[in-house]
């Protein structure tokens, strides 16, 4: 089965420095992977989505990944942590068919931002 | 502006109860789905359904029903609820597109004791 590894399950960064989320996919002819955020008691966010475009993906709040077919990975950068990125992201891997717009989660990383 | 809303956003059942989750949306989507959130695990697909009056069994679909009434609304529930199946549980919604963004409420916690 198609599937997304998120590599850690909880990430601690102090505020201002880069944050670094690894996720790895199993081999696909053409995945199409998203990273979603969660933060406390809330719903889950989109934050950015690779659909086979630029490998280089921008999304809101300051975030990109990266995807890099060699390595089977799509990994969610931030150049400075801010406070409110403290929440759990999740490495989401989409398909589309009969289901419609089908999406397998990985184990998700929690964050925490030291002030 | 509401998007997707589910009610009730917190519920303790005991063994054996039944109970359902209500969800709401009012962005005419055809699409939505039943999600529960265990730690570590992320979240794994209930049931979901493609339009009004269709549902069908997604990843973990046992000890739950679906019905799809109106396309707005799509109810979840427990006919005798088991202590496996405290988690939280999330609706989302998407448009009948290839676009793949799921709009989500904002979670129910259900405790089974």
């Known amino acids: 089965a198609q599937s997304v590894t998120q590599l850690d399950s909880h990430v601690s960064v102090s505020e201002g420095t880069p944050v670094l989320l690894r996720c790895n996919y199993s081999?696909?002819?053409?995945?199409?992977l998203f990273w979603y955020v969660q933060h406390p008691n809330k719903g889950l966010q989109l934050l950015l989505k690779?659909?086979?475009?630029?490998?280089l993906v921008k999304g809101i709040n300051g975030f990109e990944a990266e995807f890099k077919k060699s390595e089977t990975s799509f990994h969610l950068t931030k150049p400075s942590a801010h406070m409110s990125d403290a929440a759990e992201y999740f490495c989401?891997?989409?398909?589309?068919?009969?289901?419609?717009?089908?999406?397998?989660f990985g184990g998700g990383t929690r964050v925490l931002v030291k002030p | 502006n509401a998007g997707v809303t589910q009610t009730p956003k917190f519920r303790v059942l005991k063994t054996g109860q039944s109970m359902t989750l209500l969800c709401a949306q009012d962005?005419?989507?055809?699409?939505m789905y039943w999600y529960r959130q265990d730690p570590g695990m992320g979240l794994r697909l209930i049931h979901y359904?493609?339009?009004?009056?269709?549902?069908a069994k997604g990843e973990v679909p046992d000890g739950y029903n679906v019905s799809r009434l109106k396309k707005q609304n799509f109810l979840l529930g427990l006919e005798s609820a088991a202590p496996s199946q405290t988690s939280v549980y999330f609706c989302?919604?998407?448009?009948?597109?290839?676009?793949?963004?799921?709009?989500f409420g904002e979670g129910s916690r259900l405790t089974v004791l």
């Open positions: 962005m005419n989507h055809e699409y």
């Open positions: 989401v891997r989409h398909t589309y068919g009969a289901a419609g717009n089908k999406l397998t």
């Open positions: 359904s493609v339009g009004e009056g269709t549902t």
């Open positions: 081999s696909s002819y053409s995945p199409s």
């Open positions: 690779y659909t086979s475009a630029a490998t």
């Open positions: 989302a919604s998407s448009l009948r597109t290839v676009t793949g963004e799921l709009f």
